[in-house]
Structures are given as C-alpha cells and as structure tokens.
C-alpha cells in the first residue's frame, strides 16, 4: 500500500507516519530525510542535491522527485510507502503520478489532516522531540511521563525546530494554503482522498487514519 498524508506543518504526519509503520511494515519517506541521505550517499542525484542546497537556493522539483525515485527502488519500500510531506504542489502530484506508473506502482490513498490554523499554532509552537529516537512531545499536551527522559527509548536530551514559534509557523500556514492546499482538489479528482480530524487527540486520529485506509 502506498499512501500520502497531506495537511500543513504540525497537523502531525510525522507522528502518525510513525504509528502506521510500526503497525503495516510500511516505510515513511520524508522529503527532507531522502535529500540529506542522498547527499551522505553521495549518489548522482545526492550531489546534485548537494550544490544546490550549498548555493542556498531551492531544490527543484526534478532533483526532489529524482531522489523519490532511488528511494523507491531501495528493497525496504516493496511493502508499501507513507509520504511525508509530499508531494507539496500540484506539478509535484503529477510528477510523482508519472514516476509511480513508471515504476507499475498505484497510489492507494491520499489521507488529508484537517486543521484549525489558530490551534496549530498553539500547537506547534509548544513541541518537542527526544534528540535520539525522534518521540514528538508538547509543553502542553504532552510531556514526557518522567521530566526530562524520553518515554519511548529513554534518552535525556531534546530538541525544537528553531523555525518553531508563532510568527514563522503562521508564514508556513501561509504558504501551505498557497501551494499545497490545492492539491486537496487534485486528490479529489482522482477519487483517493480521504479526510480526517486533525485536531483530535494522537490516538483518535490513528483510528480514523486507519479507518479509512480499511
């Protein structure tokens, strides 16, 4: 099964995506984590990648859907694939549309998080993750059982996205509607999209993202 989850920065795919692997056998694939390791691999598209995020300007979409496509190619991936934050525009839907077929891969579902823009923010600017294992955690929803010890793996030291405050989160949400919002009527089109609360509690979502996926 291959599946998307789309909704802005925070709605929380990362820790869903989390949750469906350790129940499918499936395998999360992050934009961000596929560049970084195809540039510490060093492979074609990896250095590539490498320059330009070394100029300081944006990787293209052909780089980004060049290192989708090597990761998809990976043995670990035959099962199925969670993306994480993309495909991010509609160019980038058809893109990825093209490199499935390709590959005589389906995208079986596309799961949309819905959220309330106020409450993100409150949201995401509270967050936090264990430095070892990744465990997401909140100022207010949710802390470690024992302060300052992670729950999942035990480790001692966390860590916040320094882009993780307010007024940068609200130019994120900004640019998320602009860009990746109207992919929300592409999915539509092809009859994949499913909707869920994003705002529920952890668990609560889980149970409606499996719900749908049946």
Do not use: W
């Not at 395998?27 to 320059?51: F, I, N, P």
């Amino acid at each position: 099964m291959n599946i998307i989850l789309l909704g802005p920065p925070g709605a929380g795919k990362g820790t869903q995506a989390r949750i469906l692997m350790e129940g499918t056998g499936l395998v999360q694939l992050s934009t961000g984590d596929m560049l970084r390791a195809a540039v510490a691999a060093g492979s074609e598209v990896g250095r590539k990648a490498k320059a330009v995020m070394e100029a300081g300007q944006l990787v293209s979409d052909e780089i980004v859907i060049g290192v989708v496509s090597d990761r998809l190619d990976e043995p670990d991936t035959k099962t199925g694939v969670i993306f994480d934050g993309f495909p991010r525009t509609a160019a980038q839907a058809e893109a990825l549309d093209r490199l499935l077929a390709a590959k005589g891969l389906v995208l079986d579902a596309v799961v949309s998080m819905e959220v309330d823009d106020a409450l993100l923010v409150d949201r995401v600017s509270g967050r936090f993750t264990c430095a070892a294992c990744g465990e997401g955690y909140h100022d207010t929803h949710k802390m470690p059982a024992v302060e300052g010890v992670c729950d999942k793996c035990g480790a001692t030291e966390f860590k916040r996205r320094p882009d993780d405050n307010a007024e940068t989160v609200r130019a994120r949400l900004a640019a998320y509607h602009a860009d990746t919002a109207p992919l929300i009527g592409y999915y539509t089109g092809t009859g994949k999209l499913q909707t869920v609360d994003g705002m529920a509690d952890i668990g609560a979502v889980t149970r409606a993202i499996r719900e749908v996926l049946g």
